[in-house]
């Protein structure tokens, strides 16, 4: 599968009170959810993003609260992938978990620009700069979870299979 | 043998008889818990799944705690939609209404949680729990979805790091302090995908509630879990309260550490964490003049009973500085019952705090005080990111209750020595 989109960038250790606020959790629909999305980290991002965009974050992004809508306030607000260097351990799980695709790519986000046409190869995980012709490879993802994003997540993957 | 506490307790937890970090393993969940705001995803992506069978309900724990007492029409209806799916499916470990309190104070004192537990929670700061010797990890709803349909969850084996606190610790220094400290030295990713287990000579000497307060701020490091192996204080606090057997683990001598780090208590004086990360860590005496709006003293953090008393004993006979609003939230009913019956209500209310029922609420900017553009509050809390109490243009800095309290009179960040001298 390949990712295609414009790069939306952010610092190290954006937390999920960042990617959305507390104040916003007394709904779990996605519509509403999106409105919100990195409103604390910039608030012009929901009116800018675009179906297919990518977020190119620095170290520890989803860091703070386990709360799942951050993933599905991504997911609804169109990003395609997030690419970090390193991500909080919940919002790497519950990204997996959900089906949002998430790469753990050391260098990319030094080698990207606000706006740069990124291409992501999920198979191989190799991230294309294309504005600059760089490139970047992402950490191979484990077996286990490459098969809940093949069954499109966790619950999906225990319907199938009759077991996590 | 050289097993972790964490790695024998993953063992005993799995059908796999070795294992490597790294690996991805099936565990089986002795402990399932949310809340009002997890919950209804959880509910959701369990219906979703279509098996419509709940294993084991008496493993399920939900605690309305969050956005309660209900602040609005939108947390009302989530509220009466886990409310609904708890009696339906006969979860007798739901607590709402008087018999709520914020979950990670209120678990270990009903007793639900125990050492040697394999315990998720659709809550980062379920951490906590490692504090009873039990290995206990934050998720997600859909994690938590999954255990309710088959008990089992899905973890990478971590590797852990070992954190020793010698040496004595010093006047008004807890474990909020030593935690913060901690942080401040190896980063909120210090601990990233880690277990982190703490101990020694200064560790032993701490009660439980100071325990629970330093694997609480497991996840502040980015870490997996926060395990404090169970010692006799630990055995002593879970007996009365346990309503099932549990095992007591402890690292071998030659365990395996990814890395070892030695801390001297005798150096460490009370910790204040700067916006807008629990990293930005300074002691007291670094701290400088910072003028506040709102002091809050409660949370899963340091809301129990003891950090009332502490609190309580340096606000007693003093009044709260003019203009500053001081609020208290007594953790649970329990710890609301007890501050009562000591005498330290009456203290905080003397003295002109806000009393407020159990709830989580100030915390994560929910309700119950929140901040407006501009201002500053010192917290008992946790998080101190941007917004999270409020309005982002608002800060906030994080403390254990000592400095809270002496911070409440004076108006300004102050060591607790200022004002009981």
Not at chain 1, 93 to 114: H, V, Y
Not at chain 2, 75 to 89: G, I, L, P, W
Not at chain 2, 181 to 186: C, Q, R, S, T, V
């Amino acid at each position: 599968m390949i990712f295609r989109g414009r790069a939306f960038l952010f610092g190290d250790d954006i937390d999920t009170d960042a990617i959305i606020p507390a104040r916003y959790l007394t709904t779990t629909d996605p519509d509403e959810l999106k409105k919100h999305c990195m409103e604390d980290a910039d608030p012009g991002f929901p009116s800018q993003v675009r179906s297919g965009d990518i977020i190119v974050a620095g170290k520890n992004f989803g860091c703070g609260s386990s709360r799942e809508h951050a993933p599905i306030a991504i997911k609804a607000a169109g990003i395609s992938c997030v690419i970090a260097p390193s991500f909080a351990r919940i919002f790497f799980r519950n990204s997996f978990n959900m089906g949002l695709p998430i790469f753990e790519t050391a260098d990319a986000s030094k080698g990207i620009n606000q706006g740069d046409l990124i291409e992501v190869d999920a198979d191989s995980g190799r991230v294309t700069n294309l504005t600059t012709g760089t490139q970047f490879l992402s950490r191979p993802i484990p077996e286990f979870m490459q098969e809940l994003i093949e069954d499109g997540g966790l619950i999906e993957h225990i319907r199938k299979r009759g077991t996590i | 043998m050289d097993r972790t506490i964490a790695e024998k307790i993953l063992l005993e937890h799995t059908h796999t008889k070795e294992f490597s970090p790294g690996d991805i393993i099936r565990v089986n969940v002795d402990v399932a818990l949310a809340n009002d705001i997890t919950a209804p995803l959880a509910i959701q992506a369990f219906e979703a799944g279509g098996t419509g069978r709940i294993s084991r309900p008496d493993s399920i724990v939900f605690v309305l705690d969050h956005f309660t007492p209900n602040k609005d029409i939108a947390s009302a209806n989530q509220c009466r939609y886990v409310r609904e799916f708890a009696k339906k499916h006969g979860i007798m470990n739901f607590y709402d209404a008087g018999r709520c309190g914020v979950e990670h104070a209120l678990l270990p004192e009903e007793g639900l949680v125990l050492p040697g537990d394999f315990i998720i929670g659709a809550d980062s700061h379920t951490c906590t729990y490692g504090a009873l010797g039990a290995f206990s990890t934050g998720v997600g709803s859909t994690d938590l979805a999954a255990a309710i349909m088959t008990r089992q969850a899905w973890i990478k084996v971590p590797e852990s790091m070992k954190f020793i606190f010698n040496g004595e610790l010093q006047p008004w220094v807890g474990g909020k302090d030593l935690m913060l400290y901690l942080i401040g030295d190896i980063g909120v990713d210090g601990a990233l995908y880690r277990v982190m287990e703490i101990e020694g000579r200064a560790i032993s000497e701490l009660d439980l509630s100071n325990r629970l307060t330093m694997s609480n701020m497991a996840i502040e490091a980015g870490g997996k879990a926060g395990i404090i192996a169970a010692d006799e204080k630990t055995q002593d606090y879970v007996k009365p309260r346990a309503k099932r057997p549990f095992t007591v683990y402890r690292s071998d001598p030659d365990a395996r550490y990814e890395s070892i780090r030695e801390y001297d208590c005798s150096l460490i004086e009370p910790q204040v964490a700067f916006p807008h990360s629990p990293e930005n860590t300074r002691g007291i005496s670094e701290v400088g003049e910072v003028w506040l709006d709102q002091v809050f003293i409660g949370s899963c953090t340091n809301g129990r009973i003891e950090d009332l008393r502490i609190a309580a004993g340096i606000m007693r006979g003093k009044t709260v500085a003019r203009d500053l609003r001081c609020l208290i939230l007594p953790a649970t009913p329990r710890v609301f019952r007890e501050a009562e019956d000591e005498g330290l209500i009456k203290i905080f209310l003397e003295a002109g705090a806000i009393l407020g029922p159990p709830s989580c609420g100030p915390c994560l900017g929910g309700h119950l005080g929140i901040l407006a553009r501009g201002e500053k509050a010192l917290a008992t809390t946790n998080r101190n990111f941007v917004g999270r109490m409020g309005d982002p243009a608002s800060d906030v800095y994080l403390c254990g209750p000592a400095v809270a309290a002496a911070s409440a009179i004076t108006g300004r960040i102050s060591s607790p020595s200022e004002v009981m001298s």
